[in-house]
């Protein structure tokens, strides 16, 4: 006897919001200082010859994940994943739709890394790695997320997360980190904890700690600082 099976009710779906092109343009993260570029091994700032050396690092990637060539390469712009992501739903911006966002890398990517983008640019929407599609890149690829949410509704499986990872380190090897990231990941680097601490403030927020718990629980608990901990012996 067949299953009985029952459909569920119709919800009404929700709309996307309107577009209002331009609504984050001017939204960026602060660039990481020189110093701070420099301690993760890269440029301190943009070199005069930063467009080929991120073409370089583009090809790299490109050869080192099969995933990224093949997400720049499939999507169809069916448009499922438009009105996922919370950064469009949010600011309206369109360039935050994940296929906007992929688009960006897409369009450079096609310029350089395609027959047809080489042959015939703009039947293809192929675009040269332009200092301002640089500055496009490092505002729409630092207001994605990486969260995925937009990848789970892609019927191809792209995940722009990957894409954005991708920009994220070609910035990188040319000197256009962005500060939160890469200031806190110096800092580790250099002085041994993600505030930047020194040593002395650190060791007097460690004893407020102690005397914190001690008050509120009665126990007497303590956070070393800089002591070698027991030896594993596996
Ligand atoms: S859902 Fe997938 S195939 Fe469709 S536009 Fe978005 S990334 Fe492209
Ligand atoms: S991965 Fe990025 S583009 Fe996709 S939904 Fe999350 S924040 Fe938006």
Redesign the pocket.
């Known amino acids: 006897m067949a299953a009985e099976i029952k459909a569920p009710a119709l919800r009404p779906l929700p709309l996307a919001p309107p577009l209002l092109p331009g609504a984050m343009a001017g939204s960026r993260p602060y660039v990481a200082s020189d110093k701070m570029q420099q301690a993760l091994g890269f440029p301190g700032e943009l070199a005069p010859d930063w467009q080929p050396k991120a073409l370089a690092k583009m090809g790299e990637l490109l050869g080192r994940y099969r995933s990224l060539r093949v997400?720049l390469d499939?999507?169809?712009?069916?448009?499922?994943?438009?009105d996922k992501c919370h950064y469009f739903l949010g600011t309206q911006d369109p360039l935050n739709m994940?296929?906007a966002r992929?688009d960006l890398m897409r369009s450079v990517y096609r310029r350089h890394f395609t027959l047809p983008g080489k042959l015939f640019p703009r039947l293809v929407g192929a675009r040269e790695l332009t200092r301002e599609v640089l500055d496009q890149w490092y505002t729409y690829y630092n207001q994605c997320s990486e969260c995925r949410r937009?990848?789970v509704?892609?019927?191809?499986?792209?995940d722009?997360a990957e894409v954005t990872m991708a920009a994220k380190e070609i910035m990188d090897s040319v000197g256009l980190g962005q500060k939160y990231s890469n200031e806190i990941i110096a800092k580790v680097h250099r002085i041994g904890n993600n505030l930047g601490l020194p040593g002395p403030a650190l060791a007097d927020t460690l004893q407020g700690l102690e005397e914190d718990v001690k008050e509120e629980t009665g126990a007497d608990v303590r956070f070393p600082l800089d002591e070698a901990g027991p030896r594993c012996c596996w």
Do not use: E, L
């Open positions: 997400f499939a999507c169809v712009h069916c448009g499922a994943c438009a994940p296929v992929q937009c990848s509704f892609c019927p191809y499986g792209i722009t």
